[in-house]
């Protein structure tokens, strides 16, 4: 046990001194995670306020036709520009990106309007233009239907008819999430970005306490001492556990500070990061590290170089990480089976926690053992894997 | 004292060592010499039951590699052919790290550390990182690192490799004292001149097998050759690995 406790001790101040260690453990992690946060919430707000309030100017071939209208259009918030162009000419402007929308109004618009019969406006739009063309295509129709709709009706009261039978049924949308459900989805990032900056803080010490030993030579003379093997890789295993829990920390109280931050109140959402979540989350994060820390371990002691180790770590890190970037727009529900899944597991309970729910205590348990017991038999493998011959490469 | 009895040991297809039988006594400095891949480093790890053996078996003071290895490792002191120092700890901090391995007491490792520190004149660099060390202070930390935990017998495979001449000739004066104090020292070396100047007895290893022990004269005498380079050449087969 104290051999445990000295590889431990060693391990963990050692590659304290080392900047090479710190920077990834220590800042690059921590920082990564809020960093991208951020980011990601400014993208996504943007594009929320992008469409519905920003003022866009739509082109107008034949204007003087339909002037109540262009009025209409105009107290809607889209500008409008006059001009003057044939069909061909209309299609490449809209190519060149000229204009985002072009309106035509048909010479016999006036005359079929006063008549009361259906009036045609083209409208052109490149549809392909995701955030351009179809956005604002689809504002502008939405505002030239609801002036439709506000003739037909005062028509109907001009020849004695109650407007409301053109009305038989009516959808009401009643929007039943809340502020925080609303950010959730946001913030299924988080959970990506929390559990990857975990694996993240180990994965220097990983590669430094096994494969960096070796390459220094320093592996022969340790093993020649009389401490029994498999301690002295549960002491290493164990650093990296600090290591990665030390990471987890730092990760999880940039991301409250972010998010202090950036006021999403604003935009009908709240997420808050306060203490108790935080614990929470490190609390149900922490089964992946074991397992996490077994992993790393083995993984490197295979590898021959530093160099080797860390491209190898590389994909390791990702197989349980980079998932997770992807399960959020998946929408999956924590049932057994996922709740089994480690890092799967965690992600599911870490965004329940984060929408304000509570895990019940069966799937927070379930979590946890399998990740222990997986990775107690992984450090078990591991401690095997230091009494053969083989381990001197 | 270390008494290698029939070592054998196969990797995969490669037959290392065939049923090598040595000596190395208490008070001397006795050195393996053979060409590179003859199996020197193997025998120092199968001493320093870091491999194990196929069969034979090696007796340090009396106890048996194969059935107490852990023993065994107590009273050894193993320095492998590169120093292995950990570059963010100080020579203290290397030092003590193996002290603690070995299960020393606190007290123990300030006395022995500070002991160790004077005996190989390291008082300028004890407290300096190993990072910027040189070859000699490496040499001089693994060494103590080494003996922490005052083994009677030192295996050492290859310890001038790198070294430059001012660091040979320290290290030729400190295995001199070790053996003078009562110490077994075995260590290995494919450079012919080292081990004639070096060594009381020599233990030539070609191919896996012992070709020839003694003493310097003696081996003289059995390749019937007056020359010491001659005489090598003779026992290893052909002069091929050696310089």
């Given at each position: 046990?104290?051999?445990i406790?000295?590889?431990f001790?060693k391990?963990f101040?050692?590659n304290?001194r080392?900047r090479?260690?710190?920077?990834s453990?220590?800042?690059?992690?921590?920082?990564?995670?809020?960093?991208m946060?951020l980011f990601?919430l400014?993208?996504?707000?943007?594009r929320?306020?992008?469409?519905?309030?920003?003022?866009?100017?739509?082109?107008?071939?034949g204007?003087s036709e339909?002037?109540g209208l262009m009025?209409?259009?105009?107290?809607?918030?889209?500008?409008?520009e006059?001009?003057?162009?044939?069909e061909?000419?209309?299609?490449?402007a809209i190519?060149?990106r000229?204009?985002?929308v072009v309106?035509?109004i048909p010479?016999d618009?006036?005359q079929?309007?006063?008549?009361s019969?259906p009036?045609a406006?083209?409208?052109f739009?490149?549809?392909?233009?995701?955030?351009g063309?179809?956005a604002?295509?689809?504002?502008?129709?939405r505002?030239?239907?609801?002036?439709?709709?506000?003739?037909?009706?005062?028509?109907?009261?001009?020849?004695g008819?109650?407007?409301t039978?053109?009305l038989?049924?009516?959808?009401q949308d009643i929007d039943?999430s809340?502020?925080t459900?609303?950010a959730a989805f946001l913030l299924g990032?988080l959970?990506?970005?929390?559990i990857?900056?975990?694996?993240?803080g180990?994965?220097y010490?990983?590669?430094?306490?096994?494969?960096?030993e070796?390459?220094r030579?320093?592996?022969e003379s340790l093993?020649?001492t009389?401490?029994h093997r498999p301690f002295?890789?549960?002491?290493?295993?164990?650093?990296?556990?600090a290591?990665m829990?030390?990471?987890l920390i730092?990760?999880i109280?940039?991301?409250?500070?972010?998010?202090?931050?950036?006021?999403l109140?604003e935009f009908g959402?709240?997420?808050?990061?306060?203490?108790l979540?935080?614990l929470k989350?490190?609390a149900?994060?922490?089964p992946?590290a074991?397992?996490g820390?077994?992993?790393l371990?083995?993984v490197a002691?295979?590898?021959k170089?530093?160099r080797?180790?860390?491209?190898?770590l590389s994909?390791a890190?990702?197989?349980?990480?980079?998932?997770l970037?992807?399960?959020?727009v998946?929408?999956?529900e924590?049932?057994?089976?996922?709740?089994a899944?480690?890092?799967l597991?965690?992600?599911?309970?870490?965004t329940?926690i984060?929408?304000?729910e509570?895990?019940t205590?069966?799937?927070?348990?379930?979590?946890?053992?399998v990740s222990?017991t997986?990775?107690l038999i992984?450090?078990?493998?591991a401690g095997?894997?230091?009494?053969?011959e083989?381990?001197?490469? | 004292m270390?008494?290698?009895?029939?070592?054998?040991?196969r990797?995969?297809?490669?037959?290392a060592?065939?049923a090598?039988?040595?000596?190395?006594a208490?008070?001397?400095?006795?050195?393996?010499?053979g060409?590179?891949?003859a199996?020197?480093?193997?025998?120092l790890?199968?001493i320093a039951t870091?491999?194990?053996a196929?069969?034979?078996d090696?007796?340090?003071?009396g106890?048996s590699?194969?059935k107490?290895p852990?023993g065994?490792?107590?009273?050894l002191?193993?320095?492998s052919h590169?120093?292995?120092?950990y570059?963010?700890?100080?020579?203290?901090?290397?030092?003590?790290?193996?002290a603690?391995?070995?299960g020393?007491?606190r007290?123990d490792?300030?006395?022995r550390?500070?002991e160790?520190s004077r005996?190989l004149?390291?008082?300028?660099f004890m407290?300096r990182r190993?990072?910027?060390?040189?070859?000699?202070q490496?040499l001089?930390t693994?060494l103590a690192?080494?003996?922490?935990?005052?083994?009677?017998n030192?295996?050492?495979?290859?310890?001038?490799?790198?070294l430059?001449?001012?660091?040979?000739r320290?290290?030729?004066?400190?295995?001199?004292?070790?053996?003078?104090?009562?110490?077994?020292?075995?260590?290995?070396?494919?450079?012919?001149?080292?081990?004639?100047l070096?060594c009381d007895?020599?233990?030539?290893?070609?191919?896996g097998?012992?070709t020839a022990a003694?003493?310097i004269?003696?081996?003289?005498?059995?390749?019937?050759e007056?020359n010491l380079e001659?005489?090598?050449?003779?026992?290893i087969?052909?002069a091929e690995?050696l310089?």
């Open positions: 046990m104290r051999t406790l000295t590889v001790r391990e101040f050692e304290l080392d090479r260690v710190l920077m453990a220590l800042l690059f992690g921590p920082l990564l995670g809020p960093v946060l990601i400014q993208v996504v707000m943007q929320g306020e992008a469409v519905t309030d920003k003022s866009v100017t739509v082109a107008v071939v204007a339909a002037p009025k209409h259009l105009e107290s809607q918030n889209i500008a409008l006059k001009v003057s162009l044939s061909a000419q209309i299609r490449s190519q060149e000229k204009f985002e309106l035509r010479a618009f006036a079929l309007w006063s008549r019969a009036a406006v083209e409208m739009a490149d549809s392909s233009d995701q955030f063309g179809q604002t295509g689809e504002r502008v129709a505002v030239i239907d609801v002036y439709g709709r506000q003739i037909a009706q005062s028509r109907l009261l001009v020849r008819v109650d407007p039978v053109s038989p049924i009516v959808v039943v809340t502020p459900s609303r990032i959970s990506y970005l929390v990857f900056a975990m694996f993240f180990g994965l010490l990983a590669i430094d306490s096994t494969a960096g070796r390459e030579g320093s592996l093993l020649a009389p401490a002295i890789i549960y002491g290493k295993i164990i650093a990296t556990l290591y829990t030390i990471s730092l990760t109280s940039g991301c409250a500070a972010t998010l202090q931050f950036a006021q109140e959402m709240t997420v808050s990061l306060d203490l979540t935080c989350i490190i149900v994060s922490m992946l074991v397992l820390a077994g992993m371990t083995i002691s295979f590898t170089s530093f080797e180790a860390q491209s190898y994909i890190i990702s197989v349980p990480t980079l998932p970037a992807f399960v959020g998946l929408r999956i924590p049932s057994a089976t996922f709740m899944t480690p890092s597991g965690q992600h599911l309970l870490i329940q984060v929408r304000g509570t895990p205590i069966g799937n927070i348990l379930l979590s946890a053992s222990v997986l990775g992984l450090c078990w493998i095997r894997l230091y009494q053969r083989a381990i001197l490469g | 270390i008494t290698v009895e029939h070592l054998s040991k990797f995969d297809k490669i037959e060592l065939r090598v039988d040595f000596f190395a208490d008070g001397r400095i006795t050195g393996l010499l060409p590179n891949g199996g020197k480093s193997t025998t790890r199968l870091l491999l194990r196929d069969a034979g090696v007796i340090i003071d106890i590699v194969r107490d852990v065994a490792r107590r009273r002191g193993v320095l590169s120093s292995g120092l570059p963010q700890l100080t020579a203290r901090e290397n030092i003590a790290y193996f603690e391995l070995h020393m007491q007290d490792i300030i006395r550390s500070d160790l005996l004149d390291m008082g300028d407290d190993a990072k910027g060390f040189s070859q000699g490496k001089k693994a690192r080494a003996m922490v935990h005052s083994p009677r030192l295996i050492l495979d290859e310890p001038t490799n790198g430059d001449v001012m660091a040979v320290n290290l030729r004066t400190l295995l001199g004292r070790l053996r003078d104090e009562g110490h077994c020292v075995l260590f290995s070396s494919h450079v012919m001149q080292e081990v004639g070096l007895d020599i233990v030539v290893i070609a191919q097998r012992v003694g003493s004269d003696s081996l003289r005498t059995q390749a019937r007056s001659d005489a090598f050449v003779k026992l087969g052909s690995g310089n």
